[in-house]
């Protein structure tokens, strides 16, 4: 398995990327989008309405 690349912040601080995405992968995105960090379609209340693997399926089936 491939290690994780950790960053260094300005202040000198380890900072995982990888495990930070992770972590907020179900906050809902800033903006208008109406998608979660990880790109899911979110409908009222917060509820996944389409799965990011959905979303993907359906784009590429119609640019075959």
């Known amino acids: ?3 994780r690349k950790v960053y260094t912040s ?7 990327m990888e495990k930070l995405r992770n972590q907020n992968e179900t906050s809902i995105a800033v903006g208008n989008a109406r998608v979660n960090a990880r790109g899911d379609e ?4 917060g509820k996944i309405v389409r799965k990011r693997e ?11």
């Open 10 to 16: 300005a202040q000198g601080k380890p900072v995982d």
């Open 1 to 3: 398995m491939a290690e």
């Open 42 to 45: 979110i409908g009222p209340g």
């Open 54 to 64: 959905d979303l993907q399926d359906e784009y590429y089936k119609g640019t075959k």
